[in-house]
């Protein structure tokens, strides 16, 4: 099946520094989306995205499908960007489904 | 906004014990998923439903079965629960493909068997 790789697994950065986070995937995909775990657990959509660039303030997301690679910027990172980001590629395997990568864990110091 | 809601959100269960966990979508989502995550593996699709009384499995069913009676609601079931099922567990829903703009996760349910 599908592979879907991020990097880099663990990321420490000083506040207000900047970052780019990758996802790499092995085959075609029909669709791709960023998340953010928060620290309680709760999974927020950041990006659907199955191509382009997309920006939501001081996030932004690009997705090269010819490519298969996405990357999500952070900038002016703050503290409560902290957390794990996953990339989710949507592929047709009977259904319609996300299959996750492992995951960034990023923390942001103060 | 859609809203998923898991019932429950830390669950200590013992060995053994039939395990019911809950997730009740508002937005007449078709599809339903139920995941687990543990620390380096992600998250993993345990079972997923396209319709009410449809299942289909996911990456890792042993262990688990699900019910969807009504199309709100996706149970998902530990027939006899084991230490290796303690996990994070989050259910999410979507509209079918054609016209869907990803998932949307509930808050999780923290399971620990002991």
């Known amino acids: 099946g599908i592979q879907v790789e991020q990097s880099p697994p663990d990321l420490i950065l000083q506040e207000g520094a900047n970052s780019t986070l990758r996802c790499n995937f092995s085959?075609?995909?029909?669709?791709l989306q960023w998340f953010h775990q928060n620290p309680w657990g709760q999974l927020i959509n950041l990006f659907y995205?199955?191509?382009g660039t997309k920006q939501n303030g001081r996030l932004s997301a690009t997705t090269v499908a010819t490519e298969r690679y996405s990357l999500l910027y952070i900038s002016s990172s703050q503290t409560t960007d902290s957390g794990v980001y996953f990339c989710?590629?949507?592929?047709?395997?009977?259904?319609?489904?996300?299959?996750f990568g492992t995951g960034t864990r990023l923390k942001v110091l103060a | 906004d859609v809203k998923v809601t898991q019932s429950s959100r830390y669950l200590v269960k013992r060995t053994g014990e039939k395990v019911f966990l809950e997730c009740v979508q508002d937005?007449?989502?078709?599809?339903m998923f139920w995941y687990r995550q543990d620390p380096g593996l992600g998250l993993r699709l345990i079972y997923f439903?396209?319709?009410?009384?449809?299942?289909e499995k996911g990456d890792i069913p042993e262990g688990y079965s699900v019910s969807r009676e009504k199309k709100e609601r996706f149970s998902l079931i530990l027939e006899s629960a084991s230490t290796n099922q303690t996990s994070m567990y989050l259910c999410?829903?979507?509209?079918?493909?054609?016209?869907?703009?990803?998932?949307?996760f509930g808050s999780g349910t923290r399971l620990t068997v002991v």
């Open positions: 085959d075609s995909v029909n669709n």
């Open positions: 989710a590629v949507w592929v047709l395997s009977g259904t319609y489904k996300y299959i």
């Open positions: 999410a829903s979507s509209p079918p493909a054609a016209r869907s703009y990803g998932y949307t």
């Open positions: 995205i199955p191509s």
């Open positions: 937005m007449d989502h078709e599809n």
């Open positions: 439903s396209y319709d009410v009384k449809m299942k």
